[in-house]
C-alpha cells in the first residue's frame, strides 16, 4: 500500500521512528540500519515501508532501502516467521551477512538472532537459499 514515505524526523527511540509528512506523524517499526541512517529531529528522510494488517492492529515497518525491504518480505514468507521475527533477524546482522548466511546454509549465523531456534534458521535456509541463488 505505501512504497515508502518521506518526511520530517520527529522522534527517534530504539526499534521505532516518527516521521511527519503532511501533516500526519507515521509511526514506524524499523530497523536498526533504518534508524542508524535516520538523521537528526527535523531534517528529512525516505523510508521504505510495508503495512502489516492484523485483526488486532496495523503496524507500519520501516525500511533503509528496497533491498532490505525485500528481505524483509522473503523472510515474512517462510513458514513460521511474522514480521516482528523478520524484524529481528535484519537487525541482528548485516543485509550482506544475512543473505551469505543463507546462501552458504549457515544456519547456526541465523540461530543468533532473537527468536530464531535451529529448526527455524534451517526453515530459512531451505525455502530462501534457492530463491537468493538465482538472484545473484
Given at each position: ?23 500526519v ?28 494488517v ?11 532501502s ?71
Amino acid at each position: 500500500m505505501y512504497a515508502f514515505i518521506e518526511g520530517v524526523v520527529e522522534h527517534k527511540t530504539a526499534g521505532e521512528l516518527v516521521l511527519s509528512t503532511g501533516g500526519v506523524g507515521y509511526l514506524l517499526l524499523c530497523t536498526q540500519a533504518a534508524l542508524s541512517a535516520a538523521p537528526p529531529r527535523g531534517d528529512t528522510m525516505r523510508v521504505y515501508t510495508w503495512l502489516s494488517v492484523r485483526q488486532d492492529a496495523m503496524e507500519l515497518f520501516g525500511f533503509v532501502s528496497p533491498e532490505e525491504k525485500n528481505m524483509f518480505l522473503r523472510l515474512t514468507g517462510v513458514t513460521g516467521i511474522g514480521p516482528r521475527t523478520a524484524l529481528g533477524i535484519l537487525a541482528a546482522m548485516p543485509l550482506n551477512d544475512l543473505t551469505m548466511a543463507i546462501v552458504t546454509g549457515d544456519a547456526a549465523m541465523l540461530a543468533r538472532a532473537p527468536g530464531v531456534g535451529k529448526k527455524t534458521a534451517q526453515r530459512i535456509v531451505l525455502e530462501l537459499k534457492e530463491k537468493l541463488s538465482a538472484d545473484d
